[in-house]
């Protein structure tokens, strides 16, 4: 069974940055997407960023574009780990943060990471 270990959230202030890493288990192969969603409070969950298993194709929601970047371990591996470079942070990315993986027509979720901004 796959799993997807979240870490790195926190408080942060505004202007500032955070580094959000994500680690699964459980896969037999190497070529599954992974990404990042939100979700604010009494809001819907959201898409954050994407990224294929090659490293290529990197996708970004137009609230952060420019000021997050995604990247992942870029060896053939069952358990690269994905990254969520975040910078210039803001009030309104105050959100739970997930792990998203998806190969085939299967997705999993990682269990969620508190980010808070603080002004």
């Known amino acids: 069974q796959v799993q997807l270990v979240e870490s790195g959230g926190g408080l942060v202030q505004v202007g500032g940055s955070l580094r959000l890493s994500c680690a699964p288990s459980?896969?037999?192969?190497?070529?599954?997407?992974m990404g990042w969603y939100r979700q604010a409070p009494g809001k819907e969950r959201k898409f954050v960023a994407r990224i294929e298993w090659n490293g290529d194709d990197a996708e970004y929601a137009g609230s952060v574009k420019g000021r997050f970047t995604i990247s992942r371990d870029d060896e053939r591996r069952t358990h690269n780990a994905v990254y969520l470079q975040m910078d210039g942070l803001r009030p309104d990315d105050t959100a739970i943060y997930y792990c998203?993986?998806?190969?085939?027509?299967?997705?999993?979720w990682g269990q969620g990471t508190q980010i808070t901004v603080s002004t």
């Open positions: 459980g896969y037999t192969t190497w070529r599954y997407q």
């Open positions: 998203h993986s998806a190969v085939g027509t299967a997705d999993y």
